[in-house]
């Protein structure tokens, strides 16, 4: 008995040892396991930073049709010819009274694709221009450059909106009848009040003026974008948006729908939140397959299903294409049964 216990002794503090030595063999060849660990998440997180998903502001998904950028187009679509010339007749002589004398211009107004002047805006008096700024893989940049005269109308319209002078902003217009930002305020001023007609007007005169500003290369189509970061070009995209806001509220949907395609197209950063707006605008067009295509190639995977509205506007896109497949299936059977039978 006196012999085992200091072989137990021995045994116990040899296996100790070895335990130890096992503990640091194995957390040395765990730490050489781990080294290399490191280099493959960065390895992998500069993979996933490529697999991100990229806009494609200049996809033809986002071509913008012109013929139907006009409301007066949609709605003779919609009510007929005949109607909207009657409406037209009836405007063009309440128009006429505006005008001095009873007089009509003796100017022609150029004809644009945003907007239809009327007769008794004033002429173009050129204050704006659109320089091109660089071109690069086929995209064209462009922006808004005011004239001496626009830039001393700014300057005014500044000084009577910092002590909230609505008649000299109104002033304003006198001298320079195209200038952007006294027309947009009183187009704020006009909603506000109710007018939604003489809002809606202010806002075509600002895009009227603008699109005669328009560089010969500058057209509504993906290759043609304007920054958001320039300060010139800010009035531009609130305009169109209000615009796009007044079609809407006169049923125009598809010219709503082609303004908000024209909206994304110009700034790849989506300053106005057109990607929030444009299923909705979609649906109440019934461009269901054009909504389908615009979520499958707008993006490079289908992170537009994370948004919200699109999870639920293309489900509902979905529904009415399945109904609509159904129905030319009932019409094309009941043709052929109607075949059969004579």
Request: proline share 4%; net charge neutral; hydrophobic share 35%.
């Amino acid at each position: 008995m006196e012999d085992l216990s200091p072989r137990t002794e021995n045994e116990v503090i040899s296996s100790e040892l070895m335990l130890e030595s096992l503990t640091l063999g194995a957390s040395s060849s765990s730490h050489q396991k781990i080294a290399p660990y490191p280099a493959t998440s960065q390895f992998v997180n500069k993979d996933s930073d490529n697999r991100m998903p990229k806009k494609h502001c200049n996809s033809p998904i986002l071509q913008v049709d012109p013929k139907f950028l006009s409301a007066e187009n949609e709605l003779r679509r919609i009510f007929g010819s005949r109607v909207v010339k009657s409406h037209e007749r009836s405007q063009l002589s309440v128009n006429s009274r505006l005008i001095r004398g009873g007089r009509r211009g003796n100017h022609n107004l150029k004809k644009t694709v945003l907007v239809s002047p009327s007769q008794h805006w004033p002429r173009w008096d050129g204050s704006l221009t659109m320089e091109l700024l660089e071109s690069k893989d086929g995209v064209h940049y462009f922006r808004y450059i005011h004239s001496s005269s626009y830039a001393q109308a700014q300057r005014a319209f500044e000084a009577a909106k910092a002590i909230h002078d609505l008649n000299g902003i109104a002033s304003i217009l006198l001298n320079h009848p195209y200038h952007i930002d006294s027309l947009i305020t009183l187009a704020d001023y006009f909603k506000f009040t109710g007018e939604h007609q003489m809002s809606a007007d202010a806002i075509a005169k600002c895009l009227y003026a603008m699109e005669c500003a328009w560089h010969p290369l500058f057209a509504p189509s993906p290759n043609c974008q304007l920054k958001y970061v320039h300060d010139s070009n800010k009035p531009f995209f609130s305009s169109l948006f209000t615009h796009m806001k007044n079609m809407d509220r006169r049923g125009c949907h598809r010219s709503a729908l082609e303004i908000c395609k024209f909206l994304l197209s110009l700034d790849s950063d989506d300053p106005m939140g057109g990607m929030l707006s444009i299923d909705y605008y979609a649906l109440r067009a019934e461009e269901y397959a054009w909504l389908e295509q615009f979520a499958e190639e707008y993006r490079s995977d289908n992170s537009l299903w994370l948004f919200p509205n699109f999870s639920y506007s293309l489900a509902v896109c979905r529904f009415y294409l399945e109904k609509r497949e159904l129905l030319n299936n009932r019409e094309w059977l009941l043709e052929k049964l109607l075949h059969a039978i004579s």
